[in-house]
């Protein structure tokens, strides 16, 4: 069974950095894509930013870009989320999720992390 532990959130202000992690277990992440989400008060969920743990190939939403890092390291099984230039409109629970499938089919979930950014 796949358990997700974020850790790495907080208060920062409008400029900020922060970073994420997500300690995985359970399974062999090899062939999992990993995915950083968030949704603020009164949002849907939105997607943040995917790994392909294979060959680290990644993908971020639009609003990150450029701001915004996934990376993994593969001896400790951990996904990272690096983000820099934090604007109060990034401010949400931020929640890592593991997809077996590739297909953007995210399985298992962690708890989330509080993101707050002031302005």
């Known amino acids: 069974q796949v358990q997700l532990v974020e850790s790495g959130g907080g208060l920062v202000q409008t400029g900020g950095s922060l970073r994420l992690s997500c300690a995985a277990s359970g399974r062999t992440f090899s062939t999992y894509t990993m995915g950083w989400f968030r949704q603020a008060p009164g949002k849907e969920r939105e997607l943040v930013a995917a790994?392909?743990?294979?060959?680290?190939?990644?993908n971020y939403a639009d609003s990150v870009k450029g701001r915004f890092t996934i990376s993994r390291d593969n001896a400790k099984n951990t996904v990272y989320l690096q983000m820099n230039a934090l604007k109060p409109e990034d401010t949400a629970i931020y929640y890592c999720?593991?997809?077996?499938?590739?297909?953007?089919?995210?399985?298992?979930w962690g708890q989330g992390t509080q993101v707050t950014v002031s302005s």
């Open positions: 999720a593991a997809d077996p499938s590739g297909h953007g089919r995210f399985a298992s």
């Open positions: 790994l392909r743990w294979s060959d680290g190939n990644t």
